[in-house]
């Protein structure tokens, strides 16, 4: 079995590397609460009809299309220079190569994808767990476009790259979570940063989110 960070990782129906192919997996099962403005085959709105399928998913290529020529434009040098700055101030922050020392541990990571000059910035109580999950998980459908209809607007999340596009990972173990996650998301050029909600603890879902939401002119 491949591994990463010397981990094992699993290529599934998403594959290890972020492709058009695998990206945008059409699923008619709403996960999220049903919108007026939106047809569904059923009154409770739980399945989309195949007409928003369609359209959602040509969407969600074109979304990724833009998403991609922004991430051609970025200077790489820049995008290093932005890391080594953040890491020289941050000093506790460590570049791992393997996870298993942040198994069962707390704390802020940093994920880096070279190849697209982006980072990832995160909190939780697991940090190998976490990264794993990242990595393993996939966005629902519905949820590609942040918000829904976002085309031009909607950052790539970071659980739409996968497993072998994070190249370098950061870690600080500490038991304090949460508190300064949003100023080491604020820290980087917003270009540079593909977390889609500015940081803290979501405990109201997505109508908490919504308001938290980060955008990136593609156009």
Avoid at 70 to 89: D, G, P, Y
Avoid at 141 to 154: H, K
Wanted: glycine share 6%; hydrophobic share 35%; net charge positive.
């Amino acid at each position: 079995m491949p591994t990463h960070f010397s981990v094992t990782v699993l290529d599934g129906k998403h594959g290890l590397k972020l492709t058009q192919e695998n990206y945008a997996i059409v699923n008619n099962k709403n996960s999220l609460v049903p919108f007026q403005n939106i047809t569904y085959t059923d009154k409770e709105g739980i399945y989309y009809s195949d007409e928003w399928c369609a359209k959602h998913l040509d969407d969600c290529l074109k979304n990724f299309d833009l998403n991609m020529k922004f991430f051609s434009t970025l200077n790489r040098k820049e995008f290093n220079t932005s890391i080594t700055t953040f890491l020289k101030k941050h000093q506790r922050f460590r570049q791992i190569s393997g996870l298993n020392i942040c198994a069962g541990k707390s704390g802020y990571y940093m994920m880096v994808l070279d190849e697209y000059c982006q980072l990832y910035s995160g909190t939780t109580n697991d940090i190998m767990r976490r990264i794993r999950q990242h990595w393993s998980s996939s966005k629902a459908f519905d949820r590609l476009l942040f918000p829904i209809g976002a085309v031009d607007t909607s950052i790539l999340s970071v659980d739409s790259f996968r497993a072998y596009d994070t190249t370098r990972i950061y870690a600080y173990i500490t038991p304090d979570t949460y508190e300064r996650e949003d100023n080491y998301i604020s820290y980087f050029p917003a270009k540079f940063v593909c977390n889609r909600i500015t940081g803290g603890k979501i405990t109201g879902g997505l109508l908490q989110a919504i308001p938290m939401k980060k955008q990136r002119p593609l156009k």
